[in-house]
């Protein structure tokens, strides 16, 4: 991903606050309580009178909300005969991916599997796992930042660190996802294991970790299809997988609708992206769409392009702080949409809605639902990611053509010369969904299908290069445009930055994009006087470029001496 921090990390330090009391109680309680009263009556009542409006439509929109009403997953799981859980703590998706696959996995081998998010999950009925028979937790966790939990996982972090529940008679296996070029390589998937362990579970098959930098896929298919066996094993079944059809979504297709009620590219409530008419806090679920005040170009070398950005935040109530990240939701670009649908031979106009086969998962849609093939493409799938091995699996089946069919299968399996082949024909000649069906052409699946194969697409996140301290109601990214001929001699680009390129405002024509703020751990030191030495090569100055403007005012304010620190950079912008 253009500009996306490392999913690694260093174990987080526990930060334990101390109660205030007082005055301070009582004006809390005061708004608290009137929080409450909005919440309950006003924003309820509210509620109702839209969820009224929507009945006399056609068809409804569905709406991805942040959290279930029902966070009981035991008694969902003993209600649905479920013995497997696999839980995620994914940033950009390839962990709730791999979640995904192994919950599939586990109904090949006679095992029912459930995908949960932790964040919308009642974590201190882990206990209780133990009341079923045949259990597995299985948690599938990424590493983000400077050693953190990914967002959906930080409660969960929380509730491991807090360790007053006792978790004994509770099976469970953890597979790590981080990068180990940084220094504290999959620390949240270790810490996971170790604490799951010390409350008293039961490690059912040892941990695994993938490796970002190197092969990712390859470490999780050699770890799963390792373990399976053995929980096979320790369950007293059979280990021989069934190869059965697996489809998760089932496609309807709507002749009759009403176009005010489709969705076109929001990432949760119908409308929410509409300017003018948001509502704070700002998310990841509820992006604010800031105004692009500022898109300029701070230099062209060669193929190279770096954009300097400037987002308006004014009136939003975000607050940022130099160091953290403003993650970007991007468009694919529409050449490649087009051609996607070209080779599958749909109709782009096509309004589907895709819904879980299975009616007890909490995740109904992959996407916001009923939407276009369109805007389905544009916005919420992601089209230029390598396709791991099980797409590849599962588009053999749509393929006539003999040889193309047996090239998929290989790759798709665990040999060696097929694990090879995948990594030579796919990772090194950097082939997307698109060039795999431009090289394949016999491979025809179906759109509706792919969709729910591949991944979703994810924000971009770009460090911010400016400080709140000079620029309180603008954010400002300074990135490099993505872009490279591949081995095929086709040109990738990067999604986002190929998209932002594009979003200069000019004679009155104005643009928005959605985004939040993610905080960080990577921060100035707390005192002003200490010197700092920086180095950052490329775009690796965009922090610290928002780091010389906070100590600039402080040196207006006199809190440093002049000056106190060292930079090192290939190419320099302090300006706007």
């Known amino acids: 991903m253009d500009g996306a921090p490392e999913m690694v990390e260093a174990a987080a330090e526990e930060v334990a606050g101390e109660p205030l009391v007082g005055t301070l109680d009582l004006v809390l309680l005061t708004l608290l309580g009137a929080v409450s009263v909005y919440y309950f009556f006003i924003r309820n009542s509210t509620k109702k009178e839209d969820n009224a409006a929507l009945k006399s439509f056609t068809i409804s929109p569905t709406q991805l909300t942040p959290r279930p009403t029902d966070s ?73 930042g400077e050693g953190d939990p990914t967002d959906n996982a930080q409660e969960f972090y929380e509730f491991l660190q807090n360790g007053e529940e006792q978790l004994d008679g509770v099976q469970y296996t953890v597979f790590g996802l981080g990068n180990k070029t940084y220094e504290h390589y999959n620390a949240m998937g270790k810490y996971v294991d170790k604490r799951l362990a010390e409350m008293g579970a039961k490690q059912l098959f040892e941990y695994g970790m993938g490796d970002d930098d190197a092969n990712m896929e390859d470490d999780f298919i050699t770890w799963k299809d390792a373990m399976w066996p053995k929980v096979c094993e320790a369950f007293g079944i059979d280990a021989q997988a069934q190869d059965i059809n697996m489809k998760q979504y089932k496609l309807t297709v709507h002749e009759d609708y009403d176009p005010t009620r489709l969705f076109t590219g929001e990432i949760a409530r119908l409308n929410s992206l509409k300017v003018g008419s948001q ?49 970007i939701y991007p468009n694919n670009d529409q050449g490649l949409v087009t051609r996607l649908i070209e080779l599958v031979g749909e109709d ?79 990772v090194q000649d950097v082939r997307s969904i698109v060039h795999i ?24 996140y770009y460090s911010i290069s400016s400080s709140s301290k000079l620029y309180q109601n603008t954010i400002h990214v300074t990135a490099n445009v993505l872009k490279y001929e591949t081995p095929t001699g086709r040109l990738n680009k990067g999604v986002c930055t190929t998209y932002m390129q594009t979003l200069k405002p000019d004679n009155g024509t104005k643009y928005h994009v959605p985004i939040f703020v993610r905080k960080s751990q990577f921060r100035l030191p707390s005192k002003p006087q200490t010197p700092i030495l920086m180095i950052g090569p490329g775009t690796g100055i965009a922090p610290f470029r928002g780091f010389i403007q906070e100590r600039s005012i402080q040196k207006e304010e006199g809190k440093n001496r002049p000056w106190q620190f060292v930079l090192i950079n290939n190419d320099l912008h302090l300006g706007s």
């Open 437 to 460: 069906l431009e090289d394949l052409p016999s491979c025809k699946p179906p759109l509706d299908y792919l969709c729910e194969l591949l991944p979703r697409l994810q924000a971009r």
């Open 279 to 327: 509502r704070p806090p700002f998310d990841v679920k509820n992006p604010f769409m800031a105004e692009i005040g500022i898109n300029r170009e701070l230099f062209k070398s060669g193929d190279r392009n770096c954009l300097h950005i400037e987002l308006d935040i004014e009136g939003s109530r975000i607050r940022y702080d130099a160091g953290d990240h403003v993650a």
């Open 72 to 144: 009981n997953f035991i008694s969902k799981m003993k209600s649905s005969g479920r013995n497997v859980i696999v839980f995620y703590g994914s940033q950009t998706g390839t962990a709730e991916e791999f979640a995904g696959r192994l919950a599939k996995e586990a109904t090949r081998y006679g095992m029912k599997g459930m995908v949960a998010d932790p964040e919308e999950c009642d974590m201190s009925e882990l206990a209780q796992l133990g009341e079923i028979e045949n259990h597995l937790a299985i948690f599938c966790v990424a590493t983000y």
């Open 348 to 426: 782009a106009k096509k309004v589907i809605t895709l819904t879980n086969v299975d009616e007890d998962s909490s995740k109904k849609h992959p996407f916001p639902c009923p939407c276009t093939y369109h805007i389905a493409l544009s916005h919420y799938v992601d089209i230029t990611a390598l396709p791991r091995t099980h797409v590849l699996k599962e588009i053999a089946e749509y393929t006539t053509d003999n040889k193309e069919k047996e090239k998929l299968l290989l790759m798709s399996g665990t040999s060696e010369g097929g694990k090879a082949e995948y990594q030579r024909w796919v």
